[in-house]
C-alpha cells in the first residue's frame, strides 16, 4: 500500500516519497514558553507522534524535531510584568511543557532545540540573505524584501497587498514595505540581547525556525507541521526566507492540523464555539485536562478527528470519548477475566495464529481479524486518517466480542476458542499502540487491587440497584447507574454478576 499525504502547498494529496530513501525528516513548530501549556500545545504533538509511529511502522527512520521558542516578544512581556528573567521564565515553563508531553506519552520526538542556543545559526542565514538581495540592515534592524521574492504567498495563497493589510509596525523604521518582515530585531534599552554585525538584538520569529529546522534536517526535509494558525504569516515567511537563502526546496510536504475549539457561554446565556487562544481568554490548560480526564482519553479525543479538522473541545465530545474508549478498555478486561492473563502492550497477533485458525470452523473470525487491519492501515495510508482508523478498531473490538458471544466462551472457556479471540484482541491492541493508544494496562477490577471501602461502598450501590431493577422501579436503577456514570464508573452486566470500574 502506498502512502499519500495531503500537501497544503499544492492542495492536493500527493504520493509519500521521502527526500532520502527510507529516512524521513519531520519538523514541528513548538511553543513560545511564556505561560503554562494549553491544550492546543498538545495537539500537535499527539497528532505527530502518531504520524511517526505510523512512518516507522512502514519501515522508516524518522528523525523528529519540536522547537522551543524562548525569545519572543511575549515572553519580555510576561517576565517584566512578572519580575522575572526571560530565561527564568522560558526555563520554567519549559519544564512544565515537557512534563504534559511526558504524561501524555508522547516520548518519539527526538530533539527539542531551543531558538537561544542557535544565534550563530540565526545571524549566519541573515548574513546570506543580505549578501544575496534579498534582505537589508537599517538602524539595527534586518528585515526580509518580500519583493524580491517572486513566490511569496505560495503556501497560504494570499497576495502581498493581504500581508499589507495584516502587518503590525514593528520595532524600527526604514521598512521598505509595510509586508516586510523582521529577521532580526535592535535591542531595546533592558532588553535580552545577543550580538550581531548590525548591533545588539534579538531575531524575529520566523527567522528562529528556519535555522533551527535547516541545522537538524538539513536545507530540505520531508514534513514540515504546524497548527493552521501558523500557515500565515509564520510558515510563509519561514518557507519565503528559507528558500531564499538556500535556492532549495525548503520542506517537501507541509501538513497542518486544524483549530482547537472550546465551547463558550455568550452574554445572552447561549452557548458558542469558538476558536481556543491565549488572547481570548478561553485557553484550557492541559494538566486540568488530564487530572479531570486521564491522559489516554484525551489522546484518544484528539485522534478521534482527522487532524485537518477543527477539534472540538465540549463536555458532549469527551462524555462520547468516554464511552468510545470504554468499548476497548471493557474488551481487554473481558480478556483478562476469560483467560486469566492480561495482553501485552505488543505480542503475537492474528497473522501469526491465522494459518491454524483458518484450517477451523472459526475461519470467519480470522478473515475477518486480517481484512479489519488490512482496513486499518488503508485508513493510515490515506492521509493519516487517524479518525477512521479509530472506527477500524471499534469494528474489530465488535467482532472480538461477536467471538465470544458466538463460542459461548462466558460458560465454556475452550483453550484453543480462547487463543483465537485472544489474537484477535492482540491485533487490536497492537494496532492501536501505533496510534500510541493502549499504552498502560489496564487495570482488573478485583476487590484485591480496589480500595476495600470503595468496594464495599460500590457493593451495596449494585445490591440496591438490582433491588430495583427487581421490583421494576427501572427509574430509580437507571438513576443510580446514571449517577455512577457522572463520576467516571461504569457498570457492566454480566451472567456471573455485576462488575465496575473506573473510566
Not at 538581495?133 to 534586518?142: D, I, Q, S, T, W
Not at 472540538?312 to 462520547?320: G, H, Y
Not at 487491519?373 to 469494528?395: R, S
Request: a negative charge; hydrophobic letters at 35%; aromatic letters at 8%.
Amino acid at each position: 500500500m502506498s502512502l499519500r499525504v495531503y500537501n497544503t502547498l499544492t492542495k492536493q494529496k500527493e504520493l509519500f516519497e521521502p527526500v532520502r530513501p527510507g529516512k524521513v525528516g519531520m519538523y514541528l513548530c513548538g511553543p513560545t514558553v511564556y505561560k503554562s501549556p494549553h491544550i492546543g500545545h498538545m495537539v500537535g504533538p499527539i497528532i505527530f507522534d502518531a504520524v511517526k509511529r505510523y512512518l516507522k511502522f512502514k519501515g522508516f527512520d524518522v528523525t523528529w524535531i519540536v522547537n522551543i521558542t524562548d525569545v519572543d516578544d511575549k515572553l519580555i512581556d510576561a517576565a517584566t510584568k512578572q519580575n522575572t528573567t526571560m530565561k527564568d521564565l522560558a526555563e520554567r515553563h519549559t519544564k512544565e511543557y515537557f512534563e504534559c508531553l511526558g504524561m501524555l506519552g508522547i516520548d518519539s520526538i527526538d530533539k527539542f532545540p531551543k531558538a537561544s542556543e542557535h544565534m550563530a545559526e540565526i545571524i549566519s542565514i541573515c548574513e546570506t540573505l543580505i549578501k544575496d538581495g534579498y534582505a537589508y540592515a537599517v538602524e539595527g534592524n534586518v528585515w526580509f524584501d518580500v519583493a524580491r521574492d517572486p513566490d511569496y504567498g505560495k503556501l497560504s495563497h494570499r497576495h502581498v497587498e493581504q500581508q499589507e493589510a495584516g502587518t503590525r509596525t514593528l520595532e524600527g523604521s526604514g521598512k521598505r514595505s509595510p509586508a516586510d518582515f523582521a529577521l532580526w530585531k535592535s535591542a531595546k534599552p533592558g532588553e535580552p540581547s545577543w550580538e550581531s554585525p548590525w548591533g545588539p538584538g534579538r531575531p524575529g520569529w520566523h527567522i528562529e525556525c528556519s535555522a533551527m529546522s535547516m541545522k537538524y534536517l538539513g536545507p530540505t526535509f520531508d514534513i514540515h507541521g504546524g497548527g493552521m494558525d501558523l500557515m500565515f504569516p509564520h510558515h510563509e515567511n519561514e518557507l519565503a526566507q528559507s528558500e531564499s537563502a538556500t535556492g532549495q526546496t525548503f520542506a517537501r510536504f507541509w501538513m497542518h492540523n486544524g483549530i482547537t475549539k472550546v465551547k463558550t457561554k455568550a452574554a445572552g446565556g447561549e452557548w458558542k464555539s469558538e476558536d481556543m487562544h491565549e488572547t481570548a481568554g478561553n485557553a484550557v490548560r492541559v494538566n486540568g485536562l488530564i487530572e479531570q480526564h486521564g491522559p489516554e482519553l484525551i489522546r484518544y479525543l484528539l485522534l478521534t478527528t482527522h487532524y485537518r479538522r477543527p477539534i472540538d473541545l465540549s463536555q458532549e465530545v469527551f462524555e462520547s470519548s468516554k464511552k468510545g474508549l470504554s468499548v476497548f478498555q471493557r474488551l481487554f478486561e473481558r480478556i483478562h477475566r476469560l483467560t486469566g492473563q492480561s495482553l501485552p502492550e505488543s505480542g503475537p497477533d492474528m497473522d501469526a495464529s491465522a494459518g491454524v485458525i483458518l484450517e477451523t470452523d472459526h475461519a470467519w473470525f480470522a478473515r475477518s481479524v486480517l481484512g479489519l487491519k488490512m482496513k486499518f492501515l488503508e485508513m493510515m495510508d490515506d492521509d493519516f486518517n487517524t479518525a477512521g482508523a479509530i472506527a477500524v478498531l471499534h469494528e474489530l473490538a465488535g467482532e472480538c466480542n461477536a467471538f465470544i458471544e458466538k463460542a459461548e466462551l462466558e460458560k465454556n472457556k475452550q483453550a484453543d476458542l480462547l487463543g483465537y479471540v485472544a489474537a484477535g484482541a492482540q491485533t487490536l491492541r497492537n494496532l492501536g499502540g501505533v496510534l500510541g493508544l493502549f499504552r498502560s494496562r489496564p487495570v482488573p477490577t478485583s476487590p484485591s487491587q480496589q480500595d476495600n471501602t470503595a468496594d464495599k461502598v460500590m457493593g451495596l450501590l449494585i445490591r440496591l440497584r438490582n433491588e430495583a431493577r427487581a421490583s421494576k422501579n427501572f427509574a430509580l436503577a437507571d438513576s443510580i447507574r446514571t449517577g455512577l456514570t457522572d463520576i467516571g464508573i461504569t457498570l457492566e452486566d454480566r451472567p456471573d454478576g455485576t462488575l465496575w470500574r473506573k473510566v
